[in-house]
Nanobody, 110 residues
Framework: QVQLVESGGGLVQPGGSLRLSCVAS????????MGWYRQAPGKQRELVAQ??SGGDFVKGPFTISRDNAKNTVYLQMNSLKPEDTAVYYC?????????WGTGTLVTVSS
């Protein structure tokens, strides 16, 4: 069982930045594929960014990174917009099994 704890959400003005963190339990964090998803009110959960166990990732509007020594994955979000408002969830995938955190709320508003 993998436990994930997100932090770093909050209220930010449009154009601002936030960095989300997710700490994972376990001694084989480096073997997990990690991701960030988000779910806005009334919408389905969607993928924001992913990073593989080898550190490979697809470049998107936000930057995902990982520190295997700290069992932590990050999501750096810049130039935030009101439409980025959502609950952001950390995901770990290992041997075909998905694990989820409880989420952290990001609100982009003036």
């Amino acid at each position: 069982q993998v436990q994930l704890v997100e932090s770093g959400g909050g209220l930010v003005q449009p154009g601002g930045s936030l960095r989300l963190s997710c700490v994972a339990s376990g001694s084989i964090f480096s073997a997990y594929d990690m991701g960030w998803y988000r779910q806005a009110p009334g919408k389905q959960r969607e993928l924001v960014a992913q990073i593989g166990s080898g550190g490979d990732f697809v470049k998107g509007p936000f930057t995902i990174s990982r520190d295997n020594a700290k069992n932590t994955v990050y999501l750096q979000m810049n130039s935030l917009k009101p439409e980025d408002t959502a609950v952001y969830y950390c995901n770990a995938r290992y041997l075909g099994v998905d694990y989820w955190g409880t989420g952290t709320l990001v609100t982009v508003s003036s």
